[in-house]
């Protein structure tokens, strides 16, 4: 997540932000006075204590066991964690993402589409341009770095999903649609569902930036207690253990990288570590300062760091394999997609289980437990918009970065590997945080794209941390806009901390098993929010259509009457006139005037005021006005 969402979920749909002459006790009083309104109560030092604590008691525990411990929690982790639920639940994790897929496709096609996120003439904040931008900013980080060349690679050569086609080709092509299956519309699916949810309870519903007013439309007024308080704690748990799996793998490609470059020897863990601490530390002094431009800036140092190393590698690399391979690729995912969906490695034994276990699940784990990171984020950059726009562009952006990333950079080692010199692929598998400068120093320019690409996870490292830590510091105050600045700090460490204790404890693996463990509760959260953002869009939708209905009834009454009044006017004005002028000039006495007998066309003859005789024989005294027609 990019700095903008620093600056964009700092402030509440409700409340505005404080002015140059506003003071801010006066303003968090208000805020406070807000939150109390929604049952949010908020202990000394402006946080949730129901959430606040128990979440930071249960990180500092596993963070200690796994420092004292470390070998204990790898085999906790990894050997019974991550076996047990991929064996046991490895198929839920895939049912789950399915659904994800399914539902978001369907409002996107449904009317519920026409429903707008926000109320009545709420207009989008962003022109579409920045929008889309800043969901491509959302879609990149430190994960599509580590495994930019790493995965389509590993598939391509060492570690194909079981069974494996035989014919390189085939298997080529199988793994990067098998990656696009994995960075594409899956992992935004999760996003749309939670940030969705939250962007219909925020702007829609005035209610706080928390993950449990998501679920108000399924639990009503009990999101206001412990089941409230358990969600929210559930949230933060999945969001620390998402940003410390990206961090631990960060600062692995960053060690890797300076090893390949010379400047170390080996990554060793206290390099590891030490990188942790710094970029750690970095990040929290952003915080404590406030420098939202300075990481806005970063931020957009980095997408443009990003493009210019992903052109430099297409216009250097074998630009037209990578075009053919694109399109190609493409292809046999959109032919293979359902398949890939739900294929959960029932008939290949044990290596499939194990190849489940490091790609599919551990994916689908890793997302779910980021998108409260990321659903904040897109909920709170999407007031305005229709829903339909919202899944479509949620969808389509990401994925269409993620193809283009994937070919360029899997797509250029592919061909290395294959058709050129090879030596990627270290004996009998590809070394993930070593991979992409590998493929680099076969490039032309290949020591200068490397030290731009460590400088790009570094920067993602600053960036992802500084914002995670903002998310999780609202979710433990209550949902509210501005939290303080230390309960951010104690955020920013506990995220470098676990980072680091799982690092110890385990590497890569126990990295993954956390974000796979972590993720189990929160999918349960998730599949819940998914009925109560349906049941929410079906409310919405009435009412939207009840209004369409009322103002169809006003536009037809207001035709009607003016039609009517036309008419009556051309039929009928006449005769109305002349017999108002009747009755004004018999009540001043004055002399009439001749006129016509209404609805006659001149042939009878006209009474005379002064006359003692009417047309028709009649005397004066029995005058009658005459009638209309």
């Known amino acids: 997540m990019t700095s903008e969402a620093r600056e964009d979920t700092a402030q509440s749909p409700d409340t505005p932000p404080p002015t140059g002459t506003e003071d801010r006790e006066a303003a968090d009083a208000h805020i406070e006075e807000q939150l109390r309104e929604h049952g949010v109560r908020l202990g000394r030092g402006g946080i949730a204590p129901a959430v606040f604590y128990p979440a930071l008691a249960l990180v500092v525990i596993v963070s200690v066991v796994a420092v004292i411990w470390p070998g204990g929690t790898e085999m906790v982790l990894v050997d019974t964690v991550q076996r047990i639920i991929v064996a046991d639940f490895g198929w839920f994790y895939i049912l789950a993402i399915a659904i994800f897929v399914a539902v978001a496709l369907f409002i996107a096609v449904s009317p519920f589409g026409r429903v707008v996120i926000g109320r009545e003439g709420d207009k989008p904040e962003f022109s579409r341009a920045s929008w889309f931008a800043m969901l491509f900013a959302a879609g990149m980080g430190i994960g599509l770095v580590f495994y930019g060349v790493a995965e389509p690679l590993s598939f391509a050569t060492v570690d194909p999903k079981p069974p494996g086609a035989e014919d390189p080709a085939q298997r080529s092509l199988l793994a990067m649609a098998q990656t696009f299956v994995h960075w594409g519309v899956h992992p935004w699916a999760v996003y749309v569902i939670i940030g969705l949810s939250l962007a219909l309870a925020i702007h829609k519903r005035g209610r706080p930036v928390s993950i449990r007013w998501a679920l108000e439309p399924l639990l009503g007024e009990r999101v206001k207690g412990p089941i409230g308080d358990v ?23 960053i060690g890797a990288g300076l090893a390949h470059m010379g400047v170390v020897d080996e990554p060793t863990t206290p390099l590891l570590i030490g990188l942790i601490i710094v970029i750690t530390l970095l ?25 210019v190393l992903l052109i430099a590698v297409l216009v250097t690399g074998p630009t037209l394999f990578i075009f053919r391979n694109m399109i190609e690729s493409l292809g046999v995912y959109l032919g293979n997609v359902l398949p890939m969906t739900f294929d959960a490695s029932a008939y290949t034994g044990q290596a499939g289980a194990d190849w489940q276990a490091s790609w599919s699940v551990f994916y689908w784990g890793w997302w779910m437990s980021w998108a409260p990171f990321v659903g904040v984020f897109i909920a709170r950059i999407s007031r305005g918009r229709t829903v339909r726009e919202f899944v479509i562009g949620a969808l389509l952006v990401p994925m269409a970065v993620a193809v283009v990333w994937f070919s360029v950079l899997g797509g250029t080692a592919i061909f290395r590997e294959m058709f050129g010199d090879g030596g990627l692929v270290q004996g009998d598998r590809v070394i993930a945080e070593n991979a992409l400068f590998d493929m680099l120093d076969g490039l032309p320019i290949g020591s200068v794209l490397s030290v731009l690409a460590i400088v790009l996870v570094a920067i993602f490292f600053v960036t992802s941390s500084d914002s995670g830590s903002l998310v999780v510091d609202m979710l433990a105050s209550g949902g509210h806009p501005d939290p303080p600045t230390w309960s951010r700090v104690v955020w920013a460490l506990t995220e470098g901390v676990i980072a680091i204790a799982l690092l110890i404890a385990g590497g890569l693996g126990a990295l993954q098993a956390g974000a796979i463990a972590t993720a189990l509760p929160f999918s349960i959260v998730l599949l819940a929010m998914a009925v109560a953002l349906l049941k929410a869009l079906s409310g919405d939708l009435r009412a939207m259509r009840r209004a369409d209905l009322d103002e169809r009834r006003r536009d037809f009454r207001t035709e009607f009457t003016d039609h009517l009044e036309e008419n009556f006017d051309k039929h009928f004005g006449n005769s109305v006139d002349e017999r108002i002028d009747y009755a004004l000039s018999r009540t001043r006495g004055a002399e009439r005037p001749h006129f016509r007998r209404p609805g006659t066309d001149g042939r009878q003859s006209t009474r005379r005021v002064d006359g003692d005789q009417e047309s028709g024989g009649r005397k004066r005294g029995s005058r009658k006005p005459p009638k209309s027609s």
Not at 240 to 252: D, E, K, P, R
Not at 287 to 302: A, F, P, Q, R, Y
């Open 231 to 253: 969600i929210d704690v559930l949230a933060i748990l999945g969001t620390i253990f998402g940003v410390a799996t990206s961090l631990g793998l960060g600062v692995q490609q």
């Open 283 to 307: 990040a929290t002094a952003s915080v404590i300062s406030g420098l939202g431009k300075g990481i806005k800036w970063l931020s957009n140092i980095n997408l443009g760091l990003a493009g």
